[in-house]
Each structure stands twice: as C-alpha cells, then as structure tokens.
C-alpha cells in the first residue's frame, strides 16, 4: 500500500507562484509513475502532469511552460512548481501514484492523496 500527503495550496494573486509539494509513504518502490491532477467545482479531474522514474515529464497544454513537475526519489517526494497562475488554475489538487509500464494522464493511477486546494484571485 501507498499513502500520498499534499501540501503547499493556498491563495495567490493572478501571476503568482505556489509550490505543492507530495509525500509518498508505504511501498513507494512498486512505483513507476507519479502525477499532478486537478479538478475545479463543477468540472471534470484533469491532469495536469505526470513524471516516471526515468524523470520523463509531460504536461497538459493548459499549463505547459508556467508547470514544473520534480520528485527526489530519495525522500519519496514529488513537486510542483506554479509559475504564472491564473484564475482558470483555481482547483483542488490531487497527487496519484501508479505502478506498472506506461505513465501518463490518460492511464488510472492505483494511489491518490486527499487534496489541496489552490485559489488564484485576479
């Protein structure tokens, strides 16, 4: 089992910067793939970025360019660097955890943490 913890949310003015930070507990070896997903009320989960154990990235096009995502394996932690937030950014953000071959927003993920919320005020 894998137990993932975020923090880092808060409310920031349009243009500003917040990191979230996610720490993995548990069987953190079984894990190949780790990401950053959002979801805003009344909209659908959308994910946001993804990074495998070979420190490939990919991003949403929403936020390609101002998103940075990182993890330290060592200390079982996975980050996200938000750069340029916009109103439209606003949203509770979820770290997910997957094992298996393929990484990537459009595969499920097995782990999910509670949530942190992220506000941007224009």
């Known amino acids: 089992q894998v137990q993932l913890v975020e923090s880092g949310g808060g409310s920031v003015q349009s243009g500003g910067s917040l990191r979230l930070s996610c720490a993995a507990f548990?069987?953190?070896?079984?894990?190949?793939?780790m990401g950053w997903f959002r979801q805003a009320p009344g909209k659908e989960r959308e994910g946001v970025a993804t990074i495998d154990s070979d420190g490939r990235t990919s991003y949403s096009d929403s936020v390609k360019g101002r998103f940075t995502i990182t993890q330290d394996n060592a200390k079982s932690m996975l980050y996200l660097q938000m750069d340029s937030l916009k109103p439209e950014d606003t949203a509770m953000y979820y770290c997910?955890?997957?094992?298996?071959?393929?990484?990537?927003?459009?595969?499920?993920?097995?782990?999910w943490g509670q949530g942190t919320q992220v506000t941007v005020s224009s």
């Open positions: 997910a955890a997957r094992g298996g071959f393929y990484c990537g927003t459009a595969v499920a993920f097995n782990y």
């Open positions: 548990g069987y953190t070896d079984s894990l190949n793939c």
